[in-house]
Every structure is written in C-alpha cells, then in structure tokens.
Nanobody, 133 residues
C-alpha cells in the first residue's frame, strides 16, 4: 500500500523559509506507479477548515498553487527518490498550520489544489509549521 511520510516542519520567524518533504513508498500499487499520482500538500490551522496548498503531477511536473501561497511556495518532485518537496519562502504568521501531504491516483492536480482533500486516497502524518511574527 502507498505510504507517505511528511517532514521538515518547524518554528521560523516571519519572512523565513522552510522546506517540507513528502517521501512516498509502496509503489507500484494496484498497477499505479508514483508518476500516476497527484501529490498534494494541504494544511489545517486550528479552528479552520483544511485547505489545499499546492499539488503536482510527477508525470509532467506541472505545479499548481493556492492563491494564498503563489509566488512564495514552490512544489517540486524528485521522481527517482519518490519525494515531493514544498519550498516555503517569505513565510507569514498566517501560514502557521499542520501541513499534510496526500496522494491520489484518480485526482487531477489542478483540481485537487482547490479542494479540502476529502477525495485523496492516501495521507501522511502532518508536520507542524509555526511562523512567529
């Protein structure tokens, strides 16, 4: 079965940077390889609904971003390592949340980024990102 492991969270001052990693394993599974999945980052702040942050399709490397992070965050995929990264620059206090990576073989990355992720099949444990002002 597909497993995802998120890491890289921490405490950073506003304006700082962090890089999150999502290491995927268990491929191929049910006939699908890593390239066949949409891999996304979602986040959930206390008292708020989970929201999409960024998604990528490893097969073509096209990135998609929520408006709130576009221009500050960069998603990338190392297909050989089966790892997706989220480089977060110019962090703001409102970026504080638990960040989760998720994968789905049937999802479209361009669609999934605008969802709460309820349709994603596989989830990793979250990693806490705290941005102090």
């Amino acid at each position: 079965e597909v497993q995802l492991q998120a890491s890289g969270g921490g405490l950073v001052q506003a304006g700082g940077s962090l890089r999150l990693s999502c290491a995927a394993s268990g491929f191929p599974f049910a006939g699908f390889t890593f390239d066949d999945y949409a891999i996304c980052w979602f986040r959930q702040a206390p008292g708020k609904e989970r929201e999409g942050v960024s998604c990528i399709s490893p097969s073509d490397g096209k990135p998609y971003y929520a408006d709130s992070v576009r221009g500050r965050f960069t998603i990338s995929s190392d297909n050989a390592k089966k790892t997706v990264y989220l480089q977060m620059n110019r962090l703001k206090p409102e970026d504080t949340a638990v960040y989760f990576c998720a994968a789905d073989s049937a999802a479209s990355a361009i669609v999934a980024v605008d969802t709460t992720g309820d349709g994603m099949d596989y989830w990793g444990d979250g990693t806490q990102v705290t941005v102090s002002s």
